[in-house]
């Protein structure tokens, strides 16, 4: 049974980084069938996809977070981070981390979720 | 990038009837790429239905998918008291991913 678990600071000030990493138990980070993803969520926005990571650190953006966004990967640790720079009020969501299975394109494990506010 | 608007927004129903959600494209969705997922209050989303009609693993028959193209339907054969959720649309056809606004379905 697959697990992702989401960690990281639960309040951020404006224009400072948002950092998050995603801890996968249950099977390795580095199977190619999967890639691995971030998504927010916020009442204002609905479901957004952050974008996506693979084993190999090849990465996936959303054009309209790409210029702020660092994805990477440690195959060893089993996890995976996103770092999301110049953090701004509308950045407040719960993240989720998750699978993305590459012959479907669907998303099939979820983490439990982090709520994250931005303020001062 | 494209849109997907589901509808209606609310659908008020009793247990045991028939719910009919749908999900609409702004394109055409390539590969079938096109998911369904359940949400709970509090709850993280659960994939329901991908490739448009596939269950997901532990998805009971009473959730079936449909559609082609830029309509997709996802059905609720005999509505039970634990289907009462927010349910979302999900492509992957086309960068970037991009989810529905949900529909909820509430108990009438």
């Known amino acids: 049974q697959l697990h992702l678990q989401e960690s990281g600071p639960g309040l951020v000030r404006p224009s400072e980084n948002l950092a998050l990493t995603c801890t996968v138990s249950?099977?390795?980070?580095?199977?190619?069938?999967?890639?691995w993803a971030w998504i927010r969520q916020s009442p204002g926005k609905g479901l957004e996809w952050i974008g996506s990571?693979?084993?190999?650190?090849?990465?996936y953006y959303n054009p309209s977070l790409k210029d702020r966004l660092t994805f990477s990967i440690d195959t060893s640790k089993n996890q995976f981070s996103v770092t999301l720079s110049s953090v701004t009020a509308s950045d407040t969501a719960v993240y989720y981390c998750?699978?993305?299975?590459?012959?479907?394109?669907?998303?099939?494990?979820w983490g439990r979720g982090a709520q994250v506010t931005v303020s001062s | 990038e494209i849109v997907l608007t589901q509808s209606p927004g609310t659908l008020s129903l009793s247990p045991g009837e028939r719910a009919t959600l749908s999900c609409r494209a702004s394109?055409?969705?390539?590969?079938?790429?096109l998911a369904w997922y359940q949400q709970k209050p509090g709850q993280a989303p659960r994939l329901l239905i991908y490739?448009?009609?596939s269950r997901a693993t532990d998805i009971p028959d009473r959730f079936s998918g449909s559609g082609s193209g830029t309509d997709f339907t996802l059905t609720i054969a005999r509505l039970e008291p634990e289907d009462f959720a927010v349910y979302l649309c999900?492509?992957?056809?086309?960068?970037?991913?991009?989810f529905g606004g949900g529909t909820k379905v509430e108990i009438k």
């Open positions: 998750a699978r993305l299975v590459d012959s479907i394109m669907a998303l099939d494990s």
């Open positions: 249950g099977g390795p980070i580095s199977n190619s069938l999967y890639f």
């Open positions: 990571v693979f084993h190999t650190g090849s990465a």
């Open positions: 394109q055409t969705v390539n590969k079938n790429f």
């Open positions: 490739g448009v009609s």
């Open positions: 999900q492509q992957y056809g086309s960068a970037p991913l991009t």
